[in-house]
C-alpha cells in the first residue's frame, strides 16, 4: 500500500461525500482538492461553483483566490456574488458546500471568526465569508477540521449546525433536511443524530484509538454501535492528488522532498540512456 498523509486521507474521504451529478461550492485548500479528486474519480458530472461566482470548471492547478479564472481552461459561466447567493444557493440548487470548522459544540454549531473574548480576541480566523449562508441553505454541508477543537460554548457564533439541537434549525426558518451531515476531522469522522441532532462518533482514522478522541472533547460524547475505518486513499487518488496539489496533499516539506527525488530520478534515468547509446 501506497504511503500518503493524514491530509491525503482527510480529502479522500471528503470526497466520497460527493456524488455524481451533484453542485458542489468548494474553496480553497482541502475542499478544492476534494472536489478535483470526487471530478477525477466517481463524480466526473459534479458542478463545480466557488463563492465569488466561477460555475462549472475545472481547474488544473490551485487557484489563488476563489476568483482566480487563471486556474482552469474554461467555465460554464461567471456571475457575481449576489447571484451565486440569492439565484443558485439561496433557491436551493446547490447540493453540498465545504466548510473549514474551528470551534465546534455538540450540534454542529460552528465558530470561525475569533477564539478568546471577540472584544479582546487572542486569535482572529478567516471570519464568516459565506460560510454562515452556505450551511444554511445547502442540502448537505461537508465539515473538516484540522487545527480546531470541541467545545462546549462557542467564542463566537459564526455559523449555524442544529442550533439547539431536535428541530430548533428548521423551526428557525433554514430549509427543512439541510445542515451538516459529517466532521472529518485529524482522528476520525463524526455524524449528526437524526432525531436529537447531537454529533457523534462515527468511524476512527488508521492508528487513532476512541480514548483518544474522547479525550478532545469535552462532554460525554456518544460513540456509534459499529466504528467506520476510515479508508486509505487508493494509489491513483494519490496520483491526482499530487499531481493537482503536493502542497496541499503533502505539505510543503513533503513536496520539496518528492520533487528533489524526482529530479534525480530523471536524472538517472538520462545518465543511462546516455551510457546506452554511447
Known sequence: MAKYTLSELIISRAAKEIEDGQMVVIGQGIAMAAGVLAKNTHAPNIVILTEAGMLGFEPFKVPLHIADPSCTRGFTYSCDMVDIFSTILNRGYVDVSFLGVGQIDRYGNMNSSYIGNP?????????????????????????????GEFVEKL????????????????????????????????????????????????????????????????????????????????????????????????????????????????????????????
Request: no cysteine; hydrophobic share 35%.
Open 155 to 278: 467564542d463566537y457564533f459564526t455559523s449555524p449546525g442544529y442550533l439547539d439541537g431536535g428541530n430548533s434549525r428548521y423551526e428557525a426558518g433554514m430549509p427543512a433536511d439541510s445542515g451538516p451531515r459529517i466532521l472529518i476531522s485529524t482522528q476520525g469522522t463524526f455524524k449528526f443524530d437524526k432525531k436529537t441532532k447531537e454529533i457523534y462518533l462515527a468511524g476512527l482514522h488508521p492508528g487513532v484509538s476512541l480514548d483518544e478522541v474522547k479525550s478532545t472533547v469535552p462532554w460525554d460524547l456518544k460513540i456509534a454501535q459499529k466504528l467506520e475505518p476510515t479508508l486509505p486513499p487508493a494509489a491513483d487518488e494519490l496520483d491526482i492528488l499530487r499531481q493537482f496539489s503536493p502542497e496541499i496533499s503533502m505539505g510543503r516539506k513533503l513536496q520539496v522532498e518528492a520533487v528533489v527525488n524526482r529530479v534525480f530520478r530523471i536524472i538517472e534515468k538520462n545518465k543511462n540512456r546516455q551510457q546506452k547509446s554511447g
Open 119 to 147: 472584544d479582546n480576541f487572542e486569535f482572529r480566523m478567516t471570519g464568516a465569508g459565506g460560510a454562515p449562508e452556505f450551511v444554511g441553505y445547502s442540502h448537505k454541508t461537508v465539515l473538516t477540521m484540522l487545527g
